[in-house]
Structures are given as C-alpha cells and as structure tokens.
C-alpha cells in the first residue's frame, strides 16, 4: 500500500523569505517521520494569477489549464502543511488566493500550520486561517509549530532548531498521520458521490439544457427567478451559493 500524501505549502511568495529553509526543515522531519510521502509546494513558483475562474469552484467546472493542474495537485494530497508567516495579524494573500480557487479538493484532510514570525510566532496568522479551511471542511490541528523571532533560528540559510521545534514538529506529525487515517473514510465516500453526479450529469437529457423556474408562493423557502440545470443547482446548494 502506498503512503498518504502530505503536502507542505510555503506560503511566503516574497523576495528574501524565510519560508524556504523553514520548508526544507520541516520536510527532513516529515520524511525521517515517515508515515507519508511528501509534495511540496512553493506558490512563488506555482504562481497562480489572481482568481479568474468563471464559475464557483463547488462545480468543478475549471476552464483554465492551471486550475486544472493545481486542482489534481490538491486532489492527490491526503493531509497539508502550510508554512506560513505573518502579515498584520493576518495570513498571506497568496496563500488564500491558492486555496479560494478550489473546493471540495481540499475536504475531509487534516492540515497542520507552521507559523513564523516575530514575538508572536505568527500564531495570530495560524489562528485567522482556521475559520477559512473549516469552512471547507479541513481540520486543522491543535499541534502545531510556531517559531518566534524566526531570523535567531537561520544560520547560513538553514534552520537551526531548538528542542521545543524539533518536539513540536515530531508531535504535529504524529496527528497528521492520525487524523489522515481517520479522515480518509470520509474522503473516499465524497470521492464516491462525486463520481455518481458525474454519471448523473453524463445520464441527464442534452435538451432542455436550462430552464427557469418562479416560485410566486409569498415566503417560499427557494429564491425566485432561478436558473435551475438538472444536477447542478443542488450540487451549488451545498456550497452555500447559487450560481
């Protein structure tokens, strides 16, 4: 049986960052580790444009070749880390940008958050993403890495860690691996229900393509003036929005 996938996403995009050798160390621990095998993802490099996807990423209807790629990318992994510093009590635009453009590829996987930065440790970064990846169904853990006044730590572009980092990256390990085992029933069921909309879709009549449906009844539940395509508008529901 092959290992899960863990994807370790650096987050800084900017020129001089300390994500890189940050990155590199935390993949020596993850593969001494060993419970997974490892991609890692510089978004400097992935460089991703500014969100350009015409319909909502619930679909899946990417029209764009690098959406494409980076949503098999994401797809693939199993269980994330994302390697991130702090920018005014908050995390990094690339980093929301990268994960606004897909949706239900990031469901049902644990992620783990190495934050760096200056007296803070970029715990405030770490907090602020947690209530953007549950809303995409993400867990993310307690265990967690969180590196305070980050430059004391590099020495000639490597990271010099302390025993409080090794210990702490070793343990975020450790639940990574649990919660991916864990989690991965429910993955493999939306993989089976996505599979089945698929062949619903593929099943429905080419004609009539769309139709319009009012609903007159004053207090209706259903918005009125919607567009409704078979197998779609209950598909976009669950997202929370109708496109």
């Known amino acids: 049986m092959s290992k899960p996938r863990l994807m370790i996403v650096i987050a800084s995009t900017r020129p001089g960052r300390l994500g890189l050798p940050v990155a590199r160390w935390f993949r020596e621990r993850a593969e001494a580790q060993g419970s997974f095998a490892i991609d890692v993802v510089d978004l400097a490099t992935l460089d991703l444009p500014f969100m350009d996807e015409p ?3 619930r679909l899946r209807q990417y029209v764009h070749q690098h959406t494409k790629e980076w949503s098999a990318r994401v797809d693939a992994a199993d269980a994330f880390v994302f390697v991130m510093p702090e920018y ?6 690339p980093l929301k940008n990268a994960i606004d453009y897909l ?3 990031w469901a049902y996987k644990p992620v783990g958050l190495v934050s760096y930065g200056g007296v803070s ?3 405030r970064a770490a907090q602020m993403i947690k209530q953007v990846v549950t809303t995409l169904k993400m867990t993310p853990l307690t265990e967690a890495v969180s590196i305070p006044f980050i430059a004391q730590f590099i020495k ?6 302390n025993e409080t980092m090794e210990t702490a990256a070793k343990v975020m390990l450790d639940e990574l ?7 991965r029933p429910l ?3 939306q993989r089976e229900e996505q599979r089945e909309e698929q062949r619903e879709e593929i099943a429905q009549p080419a004609e009539p393509r769309f139709r319009c449906t009012r609903f007159a009844a004053h207090g209706s539940q259903e918005p009125r003036g919607i567009i409704r ?15």
Do not use: I
């Open 55 to 57: 319909k909502h990423p």
């Open 88 to 93: 005014n009590f908050g995390f990094t635009a």
């Open 103 to 105: 949706h239900s590829e």
């Open 121 to 123: 440790a970029g715990t």
């Open 156 to 161: 000639d572009g490597q990271v010099e860690a």
């Open 177 to 183: 691996a649990r919660w991916e085992a864990a989690l």
């Open 187 to 189: 993955r493999e069921e």
């Open 229 to 243: 395509r078979p197998g779609v508008r209950r598909v976009a529901w669950r997202a929370g929005h109708l496109y």
